[in-house]
């Protein structure tokens, strides 16, 4: 049995953190929540040296020990618990060369707490083109800690971290660092008595415990008494104790940083980050860039993506082309062809525009882009009272609503932090891009406009169209939810650097195996239910149809292919699901859509990305076994009075409606997480339900 012990990684966010965390435990690393919070969880393990193995836990970034926000607060509490189920036995703090002044803050806070730390220097490269040499071994003399130097991206320096790791665990509770500040100096020797009270390992231990022991979880009520008391009997000013400690440590690394940290030029070198900022945050150039980049994204996902689809719309049209000539007619064929190959095909064709859509986020992502989108919308964002640090859980929502709801916990602001959930769903996000391209294929011509794509801007008009709207809402949500919180929007902004691309290829499989596996199963389970609602009916109502049409077979023995197309459309109509369809048939009609449209969308809401495995499987066993692509069909269709079912009026109708409409139970599942309660995730689904319903029915009557 291999010893074991338990790693912690703590720094600033983009420090590299998550880059190391990867690289100590490549697959084996699990994401769960925190025991009481919705935060994430990320841990592994990994073989520190021969029989010695160690498991590692990814706290969440934050800045210092006084924290701000959900996930700060959990960090907070891991690293000031002493019985907490993650209390590490080695803290490796990620340090940022190139910042290194303000990272030795949070790491010294983290030395006073009495675990042995390890600092793990990251981002060398960009210190180095600043002009910026740092001295390791004097550092390390003065931290008092090992200092190692690393590049996770590279795989660089893991070797030489091991082997700290292992030389500070053989080590023990030996190897925690002395006191970087002698805090009760400034404090008081008051702190003593709630160190020695609640068995707290240091005097900075508790000066935390006395400055938050009201939000602390693992506080016992006789606790916070002991130590209310213990207060009460001081003239002890948090504000003011925490300042001075600050400044404090800032003398302190100020006099480590100006002997061990030697810039090569007085003036920082002009790097190339900071010449494309000048471009790409500049209040004009910097949002017509922006939005080029989103207008590339969206043509991308017609253009890259026509080639792999065709071919496998061809390749599902070819299988049912043989599975139909190869099988005798019966329920089993029907089963196959028509239930489970269809539904089948409803997924796989999507497949390349998910990878397109997720290639494109993973390299803003990585080249450091994303967080510039932030700065730039924060002007935009106030004016509906948020700020930019609510546009990174919107933009995520196009990706998928369910992690950008989670990603509204890095807002410290509560109002704006709710505010942000109610609207994130607004978003498109990639299970509506089936439904928006199947319907743009059909409504909207393929034709160039001046060098575009027409169906390409139309698409990029309905994220859009999702993206004011959010903003809209969440102007009159601002005026409705009062509070006298108010927020500041204080972010770093990563340098750029060339993508991994590695990396990006990987997260494109990742999430086409998470679309296939998670949304497939939906759409197979739902195909499935659909054929068998679609294929039975009322034992009497088919019985009724069948003699109709085998005494009109005998009477016209000459139309019988025709009859046979007529028999079948009437089966269906007179099936379940034809049943369930005729009763909500009132409630869409002024909307321009028929029944089937209906069932669709009743089907969508466990997942918007149903509603092309539902009309795949309606359309299937709603006509003959041919090998026509599911557009084809859909193209195909007529009303009872001749006229196409899919006009510009009722295609647009519907795209607006897919544009709106709460339609994810996991979503709603994640804001009752979020929130603690029904009330909200009830209040959203109503409203978006509202708002798809009134702007179908305006869509409608202006494109008809």
Known sequence: MRPSFTIALAGNPNSGKSSLFNSLTGLNQRVGNFPGVTVDKKTGSF?????????????????????????????????????????????????????????????????????????????????????????????????????VKINPRKNKGIKELKKVITDVYKAGAHAASKPFIDIEEYAGDWLQQIQ??????????????????????????????IVEEIIAKTDFHKAKVQAEEIMQRYRKIG????????????????????????????????????????FTMFQSIFWLAEYPMNWVEAGFGY??????????????????????????????????????LFGFITLLEDTGYMARISFLSDRLMRSVGLNGRSVMPLISGMACAVPAVMAARTIQNKKERLITIMVTPLMSCSARLPVYTILIGLVIPDKTLFIFNLQ?????????????????????????????????????????????????????????????????????VISLLLWVLATFGPTEKMQAVTAKYELAKKQHPGQTEELEKLESMEKLENSYAGIMGKAIEPAITPLGYDWKIGIAIITSFAAREVFVGTMSTLYSVGSDASDDTVREKMRAARRPDGTPVYTLGSGVSLLMF??????????????????????????????????????????????S
């Open 319 to 356: 299988l049912t082309n043989i599975f139909n000539s190869l099988l005798p007619d019966s329920l089993v064929k029907d089963l196959l062809v028509n239930g489970l190959l269809a539904g089948i095909g409803g997924i796989v064709i999507f497949i390349p525009q998910i990878m397109i």
């Open 658 to 703: 897919y544009v709106f409409a709460m339609q994810c139970m996991s979503t709603l599942a994640i804001v009752r997480r979020e929130t603690g309660t029904w009330k909200y995730p009830a209040l959203q689904f109503v409203y978006m339900l509202g708002l798809a319903y009134i702007t179908a029915y305006i869509a409608f009557h202006i494109f």
């Open 456 to 524: 390409g801007l139309v698409m990029m008009g309905l994220y859009l169209v999702g993206f004011l709207m959010a903003l809209i809402v969440a102007k009159v949500m601002t005026i409705i939810i009062k509070t006298k919180e108010r927020s500041f929007f204080l972010m770093e902004l990563p340098v750029y650097r060339a993508p991994r691309w590695n990396n990006v290829v990987t997260t494109m499989v990742e999430k086409a195996k998470i679309f296939v596996v998670d949304a497939g199963k939906v759409i197979i």
């Open 196 to 225: 020695g009270g609640l068995e707290l390992p240091t005097g900075y231990s508790a000066l935390h415990v006395a400055c938050s022991y009201k939000e602390l979880s693992f506080l016992t009520e006789n606790q916070r008494i």
């Open 255 to 294: 006099g480590i940083t100006e002997k061990c940290v030697v810039e090569n030029s007085p003036l920082k070198q002009s790097m190339m980050s900071e010449r494309l900022d000048k471009v790409l945050l500049h209040p004009w150039w910097g949002n017509l860039v922006l939005l080029l980049v989103l």
């Open 47 to 147: 073989l520190v040296a021969e029989k010695l193995q160690a498991s590692v836990l990814d706290l969440p970034g934050t800045y210092s020990l006084y924290p701000k926000s959900a996930d700060e607060q959990v960090t907070y509490e891991v690293l000031l618990d002493t019985n907490h189920k993650d209390k590490p036995d080695i803290i490796i703090v990620i340090a940022d060369a190139s910042n290194l002044r303000r990272n030795l803050l949070f790491c010294s806070q983290i030395m006073d707490l009495g675990i042995p730390v390890i600092m793990a220097l990251t981002m060398n490269d960009i210190a180095r083109q600043k002009g910026i040499d740092i001295d390791i071994e004097g550092l390390q003399r003065l931290m008092g800690i090992p200092v």
